[in-house]
């Protein structure tokens, strides 16, 4: 199968490795070239703009920042749907509003192309390993014409129902969890820190106890590392708890604990952090206590627990 992934990033580029190893032509376009330049030395083909991907090509993947990026790449005057074969299939894994992917789904129908809502969870590895947990809304001939694609990114396939709208629906509720557990993980280590307790022996009795989150155990790591790198940086959750917030005055519903999460990631955000690990939204807890974080002058020396 020929398919196209737009969006090299910490997953999308791991996803799109993840197809080559089982097979598939792809094609990867990403704007950064740090990011092509990756994709090519794992065997993969690389492109600055979708409208360069190459004429005929079955299926794309696309993990872009927001809807706007996937719009852009998919129907914008450089997107690539001039270059996709007749009934095409989009497997569109960007987190967005219900109503961003029920509108490109129709345009998906205008241009004769099949679409797939499918956001992904997992991480950066699980993209790399092709274990992601799909959850994904569409026609039956989607899921059909996208098995190659999800076979190589998925571990586990969700199917939500026919409707575009849903799988966005749910990766939303997923991100109000996933928000609220990060900042979650650091007030808690914020607080043991400022405390007084050894951040690593924290780190050790939570992850062995009941109050554990698959968030603390592997965004806490991050902290005691000392490693800000970005695999999900603090502005995505600016981005996707904004989505919360607006599905739930749509729906309505309330979420307050989503909604002081968010501004957790906005305070970090806008303190200059927003490009940096998720995990480092305890930055902002930071600014307001004053402790040193393990590798920093007067922290814990940096190291990642055994």
Same mark, same amino acid.
């Given at each position: ?65 927001? *809807? =706007?990026?996937?719009?852009? !790449? @998919?129907?914008?005057?450089? #997107?690539?749907? &001039?270059? /996709?074969?007749? $009934?095409? +299939? ?9 109503a961003d992917a029920r ?80 900042? *979650? =993980?650091?007030?808690?280590? !914020? @607080?043991?820190?400022?405390? #007084?307790?050894? &951040?690593? /022996?924290?780190? $050790?009795? +939570? ?70 690990d998720d995990a480092f ?20 020396? =940096?190291?990642?627990?055994?």
């Open positions: 199968m020929k398919v196209g992934a737009i969006g090299l990033g910490s997953m999308g580029g791991g996803a799109a490795r993840a197809m080559l190893a089982r097979g598939l032509a792809v094609t990867g376009c990403d704007p950064a070239e740090a990011a092509r330049r990756a994709f090519e030395a794992a065997g993969g083909r690389a492109v600055a703009r979708a409208a360069e991907l190459p004429a005929g090509t079955e299926g794309v993947l696309v993990l872009t920042f927001n *809807a =706007a990026q996937a719009r852009a !790449a @998919l129907f914008g005057p450089e #997107g690539c749907a &001039p270059r /996709l074969a007749a $009934g095409a +299939v989009l497997v569109v894994s960007t987190t967005m509003a219900p509108a490109l789904a129709a345009e998906a129908a205008r241009h004769g192309l099949l679409y797939l809502d499918a956001p992904v969870s997992g991480g950066a590895a699980a993209a790399a390993a092709g274990s992601m947990t799909v959850m994904a809304s569409g026609a039956p001939e989607a899921f059909a014409a996208a098995e190659p694609i999800l076979s190589a990114v998925a571990g586990r396939v969700w199917r939500l129902g026919d409707a575009p709208g849903l799988g966005a629906t749910m990766k939303v509720v997923h991100q109000l969890l996933a928000g609220v557990h990060i900042a *979650a =993980a650091a007030e808690a280590m !914020a @607080l043991g820190i400022k405390a #007084g307790l050894d &951040p690593h /022996l924290l780190y $050790g009795v +939570v992850t062995g106890a009941a109050g554990n989150s698959w968030m603390f155990q592997n965004r806490m790591a991050h902290v005691l590392a000392g490693d800000d790198t970005p695999l999900s940086a603090v502005d995505v959750f600016v981005k996707d708890l904004a989505l919360v917030e607006a599905l739930a005055r749509e729906a309505p519903s309330p979420v307050p604990l989503a909604a002081q999460a968010l501004q957790w990631f906005v305070a970090a955000s806008a303190a200059g952090h927003g490009g940096r939204v305890i930055r902002a807890f930071q600014a307001l206590t004053g402790i040193a974080l393990p590798g920093e002058p007067g922290g814990a020396e =940096a190291r990642r627990p055994s």
